[in-house]
């Protein structure tokens, strides 16, 4: 009896340390899981419709690329940029010209759900026109591509050096939706490293250092 | 088998089996997705700012009056490291350790956020109105006092002058915590005019100073560092430098760093001063003071050696003291007089305006208060309660004044005594600007909106007069109608404010003080004060905390005191042969009392180097909160508080302070002293004095290695390398092969110990910039502390003689590196580029590392610090990982900035210059004593740095080949043999 007693406490004991353990791992991540990782973000965005089919080079949105540590998401009023003219599908917008001009009307002003987003995270109203009883948020836009916090990667470096984005994104100008394409575990990091050091980038010698404090201090 | 059967019959075996599958289940489908991250980016991004760069804004450091030029480093929003601005004309690119420390001061989440009205939260209308109101009500008769401490701002004081114009019975009084009145109105006797002097040490070949502590706390010690250690580099070719004396009664910084130091009590001054001013007087031919000089306690050859060196460098030298007696500054300033010294080592035309505080104003509110003349106090930038003594008849007195303002940022002593408190920007979150020193006018500009709702003193004194103007809009206008004309700028207004904000600070002539001649007839030969055996009393402030202000910033209560090593206390410092007397050992309760009947009760610090009838305690403790600390560093079974409950961080010694001969004295004679029963332990950094091994310890046959090496200015002229010790060679050259053949850069380190005081920014700044934590009183006294600098600081000599050499040590980052050898998981290995990598993730935490490290610089995290203040955690930088329990770290020649600077480099494709990386301990510097560079650059500074005959590396006969070096102290002193710190002389263990 006394034995048995023991095992039930034994096993509590032990369902209980793997609940804490379960519970404790959820933080880990083991980098070559991520690869596929695709997450739904906030706004349908199109990485194949603008950087693919409309060939904007990924630089004019992630403008930090060359300069900083981090590539940087746009800032809402980037999408401004072209989205104060484009405020729907091409399509649609040439439709209700087209319907406007043969009832020899003003066009009416069509915005997409997804771009209704946008101007709702610059508070914007119908028109445009900055609304009065709101405030400008940001977009919580998922990150896709997560590296541990005592890793330093640094896309200044990497983009100075002439590594195409590519290299390490996957061909995101074909993806609907951005989809983690390599690893990023250490290891394929430091074969890359290892790799151009005698291939060089683009015909160029670089020099890619595989010194531990390179990502890690 | 089902799961009765499991409970009833399974084997152990088939039991672990069981349970080793459920368990790599639950690991793998623990594993299987990160948490979400999200990424919040800009709505508008501003112009210039890129996320992930640092943005240097320069600014002017708000920590003390000293106004030294900042650089605040400002990433994604948050200002987090700061910096020296290297363009700025008196501090000249270093910072010290309160200025290092202002971002955790601003990020203190208890910090008020909010007006206070009677101790209740407010709204600023509110108290806007209710304040207005009052004042409205004031008569012609009632007196409105404005208290504040220095006020270097040229803006401030005109919006507080233009605030109390508008009161008759108005009054400006300035409360220094740590007062140079007597220098000011010593200048007005002999000078007619009210003025602290700008001292420029890098005009003086001789400096004899009183006590002044101006490498560690007096005045401006930044901007006094880097003038003093441009006289401290003697070459080969040109072996000089400048001779420094100190004469004091306690162990300061500054005489820790003197070429001959004499113990000399406070009250003994005047008698030396008076034989110095006859001696020099005679020799220029000038009238000599009054009287007759009282006895000297010092020898007739040093008093004649001290006026020979004086007189030969008439003009060039430099005679100082932080008395606040006047009859001791008038001597001084004869002194200076005779020798010449105005013009060239002292400005009077373009005066200091660090100190301005006139204690006999302070003394006459004190007075006034307590007389119920007082209709409205407003108090900014000091603690009036904490500062000054009769804290009890002062608070009483300020219970019945009907109008109390205060615009400290917290709820301080003064402050809960306060009607209204109407808390101030923190430094960095404010417009403002700063005239340290005439003529050389700083600004300060925010980095970041305030955290809370806090408003700028300017701001709140101009709704007060009715006017709704920003500070921003009442510093410009000050500028554009004072500043700029000054200036003579020819350029438009914008174009002169856009350049003044972005280098900091302008230069604007003032109008020279208009001084008189000599009044020879105001210097008299003090009375003669027989000596007696009762002890006095030296209140001096430490580095790190100069006044109650910076209590609550942790990084400066576990800074260790670069003379006693100790952190979180104050404590009463006697000389060893004192506590002999008495049978007192550190760390015993010790009861000191004044003559006026105050009493502290603190524990005893036994401080070789100390007057043996003086007595020294640190002002700035005892701050009201800082109980808060009691619970700060690790919480563990063993863990004892860093603040005893019901107490504070140390005692306040301001009750102790005196009004006497028209200032606060902060010297005092007839003081007794008692033992008491009890003790309490002081946390230190360091316990050995020297370098020599106890004989009770020491195994038989033991070596002793010179770490570190001084020798004397006349035995450098003859041989550059003199002090180099005989090396044994002890054939260890074929342990590590050179496998390393560090191709590209090689990085590398110099430290010159001459020109290094042991003021421990370097530390504080270290700290800011790796993420060091903090880990309370208790850990330090197991010797647990985190710093990756520590600063050594060892005697040699004897008492009356004692010479001091500090010596920053952290991670050498040995070519051959004994760590590397033993790391089982190579958690430390070696870079290409010659650092010691210290790899957090991979380091399991077997402290062998650290045992065979020869240099102990290592660090280990034996607990998870402290960070769960949200707030505080946004001083964290993001360049650096921060550690977690079990892992060990140390120095890594701040890595990032290498990384940051190559990557920068190669995206300008300009090639990797010397200079274009600085590790944040040689940026701070204020002495410019540490130089870090490519030892593979022939031209680097570092590589013609470690060319100096006076380089040595530590323990370099092991043929560890450490990456820092140091070049040894020169002592400017005849005899030829310097003092050994690890062999000679009586050693004090």
């Known amino acids: 009896m006394q034995q048995r007693i023991i095992t039930v406490i034994l096993l509590i004991g032990i369902c209980f340390g793997f609940t804490m353990l379960v519970y404790g791992m959820m933080d880990w991540r083991l980098p070559d899981r991520e690869t596929g990782y695709s997450p739904e973000q906030p706004i349908d965005y199109s990485h194949r419709l603008h950087a693919g089919e409309l060939q904007i080079d990924c630089q004019f949105c992630h403008t930090g690329a060359k300069q900083s540590r981090y590539a940087g998401i746009p800032s809402s009023d980037v999408c401004m940029k072209c989205h104060s003219v484009v405020t729907s599908s091409f399509d649609v917008l040439q439709q209700e ?65 002439g590594v195409t984005c590519q290299r390490c994104h996957g061909p995101v100008e074909s993806m609907e939706r951005v989809r983690q394409v390599e690893d990023l575990s250490m290891g394929w990091c430091v074969n890359c490293h290892r790799e151009v050091n005698k291939a060089g980038v683009n015909g160029q010698p670089v020099h890619a250092s595989t010194d531990c404090s390179t990502c890690h201090y | ?114 007006p206070l009205r009677d101790g209740q939260q407010a709204t600023w209308d509110e108290v806007d109105g209710a304040i207005t109101k009052q004042l409205a009500a004031l008569g012609d008769d009632d007196a409105v006092v404005f208290v504040t401490s220095t006020v270097t701002s040229p803006t401030l004081q005109a919006t507080i002058d233009s605030f109390l114009k508008s009161f008759p019975g108005g009054r400006h009084v300035t409360l220094d915590a740590v007062s140079s009145s007597a220098i000011l109105d010593a200048h007005a006797e002999t000078h007619g005019a009210r003025l602290l002097p700008h001292y420029r040490f890098e005009q003086a070949k001789v400096i004899v100073s009183f006590g002044a502590d101006f490498l560690g706390a007096w005045i401006s010690p930044v901007e006094f560092m880097a003038a003093w250690r441009t006289q401290r580099t003697p070459t080969p070719d040109k072996p000089v430098m400048s001779h420094h004396v100190q004469l004091e009664g306690r162990m300061s910084l500054t005489g820790a760093n003197a070429d001959r130091r004499f113990r000399l009590a406070p009250s003994e001054y005047a008698a030396v001063l008076s034989h110095l001013a006859q001696d020099i007087g005679k020799r220029a031919g000038l009238e000599l003071p009054t009287g007759q000089p009282p006895k000297s306690p010092l020898a007739q050859s040093d008093l004649r050696d001290l006026g020979e060196r004086l007189w030969n460098a008439r003009g060039a030298s430099l005679v100082i003291s932080d008395s606040q007696s006047i009859a001791v500054q008038k001597l001084v300033n004869y002194l200076n007089h005779a020798l010449g010294n105005y013009g060239q080592t002292l400005d009077i035309e373009q005066p200091s305006r660090q100190r301005q505080a006139s204690d006999a104003d302070v003394a006459q509110l004190m007075a006034d208060l307590k007389a119920g003349k007082v209709a409205a106090l407003l108090v900014a930038g000091t603690d009036l309660t904490q500062n000054l003594p009769q804290r009890e008849e002062l608070a009483a007195a300020i219970k019945k004044v009907p109008l109390v303002i205060s615009f400290a940022e917290r709820a301080d002593d003064f402050g809960a005594l306060a009607h209204y408190i109407c808390p101030d920007n923190h430094p960095l979150e404010s417009w ?43 510093l410009q206008a000050h500028w554009k ?71 609550h910033n942790p990084w400066l209560q576990e800074l260790p005191d670069p003379v006693t090593k100790a952190t979180w206390d104050n404590y009463v410092c006697l000389s060893p042969a004192a506590a002999e007397a008495r ?116 195994p038989p046959g033991a070596e002793v290695r010179e770490a570190v090496q001084e020798t004397t200015l006349a035995a450098f002229a003859k041989d550059p390398h ?62 647990r502390e985190m710093h990756w600098i520590r600063i050594d600081r060892y005697y040699a000599g004897d008492d009356d003689d004692l010479q001091t050499v500090h010596q920053p040590m952290m991670c050498q980052h040995c070519d051959h590196a004994p760590c590397e050898t033993v790391c089982p998981v190579l958690a430390t290995v070696h870079g290409a580029e010659g650092l010691n990598e210290q790899v957090y993730n991979r ?43 079990g892992v060990m770290e140390k120095c890594s020649m701040c890595v990032q900035r290498i990384e940051h600077a190559r990557i920068e480099a190669k995206r300008l494709g300009v090639p990797l210059a010397d200079g274009a990386i600085q590790t944040a301990c040689q940026q701070s510097c204020p002495s410019q004593a540490i130089i870090f560079g490519d030892m593979n650059d022939p031209e680097s500074r570092v590589s013609q ?45």
């Not at chain 2, 009056?65 to 290297?86: H, I, S, W």
């Not at chain 2, 260890?732 to 092969?737: D, K």
């Not at chain 2, 590396?953 to 710190?981: A, C, K, T």
Request: with cysteine.
């Open chain 2, 481 to 551: 109608d004072v500043i700029a004309k000054r200036a003579k700028t020819s350029s438009p207004f914008q174009v002169f404010w856009d350049q003044a904000v972005h280098n900091g600070f302008v230069e604007a002539t003032a109008a020279a003080a208009k001084t008189t001649d000599f009044q020879f007839d105001k210097v008299s030969f003090p009375e003669s004060q027989p000596a007696g055996e009762e002890f006095e009393l030296a209140l001096y402030s430490k580095i790190a905390l100069t006044d109650s202000r910076h209590a």
């Open chain 2, 945 to 989: 740095a470690k060319l100096n005959p006076r380089r040595y590396g530590v323990l370099e006969e092991f043929n560890f080949q450490p990456s820092v070096s140091y070049q040894r102290v020169v002592r400017n002193r005849d005899e030829e043999i310097g003092e050994q710190h690890s062999t000679g002389g009586d050693h004090h263990a």
């Open chain 1, 97 to 161: 010209q087209e319907l406007a001009d043969s009832e020899q009307r003003k066009p009416q002003p069509i915005i997409s759900d997804k771009l209704r987003k946008l101007y709702d995270s610059l508070a914007l109203d119908q028109d445009l026109k900055p609304k009065e009883d709101a405030t400008a948020t940001s977009i919580p836009w998922t990150r896709v591509h997560n590296l541990p916090d005592f890793t330093y990667f640094n896309h200044s470096a990497h983009v100075s050096a």
């Open chain 2, 843 to 885: 380091c399991v935490g077997t402290r062998y590392c650290a045992n065979n490290c020869p240099y102990k610089v290592r660090r280990f995290n034996w607990f998870y610090y402290e960070r769960d203040d949200d707030l505080r955690n946004l001083v964290l930088n993001p360049d650096v990982t921060v550690r977690t329990r």
């Open chain 2, 583 to 698: 049978g007192i050992v550190e760390g015993d309760l010790v009861k000191v009392t004044t003559a006026s009947g105050v009493s502290l009760e603190l524990p005893a610090m036994i401080q070789v180097g100390q007057h043996d009838r003086v007595l020294a305690v640190a002002l700035g403790y005892g701050v009201p909160g800082t109980d808060r600390f009691a619970k700060i560093g690790p919480q563990w079974l063993e863990a004892r508080p860093t603040v005893a409950p019901g107490e504070l961080v140390g005692q306040n010694a301001a009750p102790c302070i005196e009004y006497r001969d028209k200032a606060l004295q902060l010297a005092l004679t007839n003081v007794t002293l008692e033992k008491q029963p009890g003790r309490r332990d002081i946390a230190k950094t360091q316990r050995y004095p020297s370098l020599k091994v106890p004989a009770n310890v020491a």
């Open chain 2, 1 to 114: 088998m089902n799961y009765s059967e499991l409970l009833n019959h399974a084997s152990r075996r088939q039991f672990l089996e069981a349970a080793g599958f459920t368990m790599s289940l639950a690991a793998l489908s623990g594993c299987w997705r990160a948490p979400t991250v999200t990424a919040l980016p800009f709505v508008h991004q501003p112009e210039g700012v890129v996320p992930g760069r640092m943005m240097s804004y320069a600014s002017t450091c708000g920590g003390c009056p000293a106004g030294c030029g900042l650089l605040v480093g400002v990433r994604d929003g948050r200002p987090l490291k700061m910096e020296g601005n290297p363009e700025h004309p008196l501090s000249r690119g270093g910072l010290c350790a309160i200025g290092q420390a202002l971002p955790l001061g601003l990020y203190d989440s208890q910090r008020l956020a909010y």
């Open chain 2, 432 to 474: 403002l600007d700063a005239e340290p020193v005439s003529g050389v006018v700083s600004l300060s500009q925010p980095t970041l909106q305030p955290l809370g709702q806090t408003r700028s003193i300017l701001e709140s004194l101009q709704r007060w007069q009715g006017r709704r103007v920003s500070a921003y809009d009442t």
């Open chain 2, 722 to 783: 003199a002090g180099t010790p005989e090396v044994h060679d002890i054939g260890a050259g074929q342990l590590w092969p050179d496998d390393h053949p560090k191709l590209g850069h090689h990085w590398g380190m110099a430290i010159d110990l001459n020109c290094c005081t042991g003021c421990s920014a370097c530390l504080i700044a270290c700290q800011s910039e790796n993420n060091v934590p903090v880990v309370g009183k208790d850990e330090v006294r197991r010797e």
